[in-house]
């Protein structure tokens, strides 16, 4: 039985869950505004915010090349 090597490694993955962490908060923070449709600064400014920070988390975590134990 052969081992298949992973296209990403151990902390590609773990970093790609922190930036779908990041984006799932921020879509809940923008839900959770309680201004009339979304149009207060939690729905508007903070949560959008948090969610770009995730699609750079997710960016950073695709591009990120561990370097080899020699």
Known sequence: M???????GNINYIIMVVGVLL??????????????YGFGTKGLTVGPM?????????V????YTPKNKA
Request: aromatic residues 12%; charged residues 20%; negative net charge.
């Open 2 to 8: 052969s081992k298949e090597k992973l296209v990403f």
């Open 23 to 36: 984006m799932v908060i921020g879509y809940f923070i923008m839900a959770s505004d309680t201004e009339a």
């Open 60 to 63: 950073a975590a695709i591009f």
């Open 50 to 58: 948090i969610v770009l920070a995730g699609l750079i988390v997710e």
